[in-house]
């Protein structure tokens, strides 16, 4: 595909969110209006997940990636919120335009860099490896279908830019059939003890994390993270410490 042959950022809103589609009805990404900053789509907040995998004083330190911009949810709260150094890799150039136009997404600055590329040909460039501390992953066209970019040696250049101790969350359809190839894919990957998966949405969305080289913590330090995140950050991480468990093929 060219990128003539992308399809068009539209935008639509109802009842003070603004939506991001594709030339579709599917929705790509949101903003509430009055709260730009926050992360208005529960499967997103649930990409933040990683955030538990992190001791509470690296929260806010290292560089965060996004592959796949949306509305730049994850992108503006990387950066505005966390203060991350944050960088944003999106092939559609109308959807990085549509993020400065409709969706507050600032334009570059030292911290931030929104990079007009293709995300399977960027995370194989050397250069990158072993860059980030969290990668956050959601790759889907127009039809929502299933992930664009899903096979092994895609989610193993993930794992390579990743530093040691980094951490990946993907978006999936976790009752969509492709789930479990794409959950096998990341298992192969980062290794089966390296991933871990929250329950699936009411539409569908299931969030896996995978690390490179991290060691889960006892409950009391994990119920302490979640703890600060909901009190800092005003994610629900209770919820999510709730909903994790190991992933089972």
Known sequence: MTLADLPTATLSEHA?????????????????LAKPQAIELEY????MAWMLWRPTAELNEGHAVQLGLGAGAITRFCHKVLKMRTTAVELNPTVIHANRLWFRLPADDARLRVVQADAGRWVRE???RHTAQVLCVDLYDHEAAA???DDVAFYAACR???????LMSVNLFGRHASFARSAAHVAAAFGLDQVWQLRPTKEGNTVLVAARGVTVPGRDELTARAA?????YGLPARKWLRMVKPLAL
């Open 228 to 232: 600060h995140i909901e009190h800092q």
């Open 147 to 149: 992930p664009v970019l």
């Open 16 to 32: 003070g969110v603004r939506y991001l589609h594709l030339d579709s009805i599917w929705v790509q990404g949101a903003m509430r």
């Open 160 to 166: 390579d830019v990743l530093d040691e101790g980094g």
């Open 44 to 47: 997103v907040q649930r990409m």
């Open 126 to 128: 050397t250069a990158h």
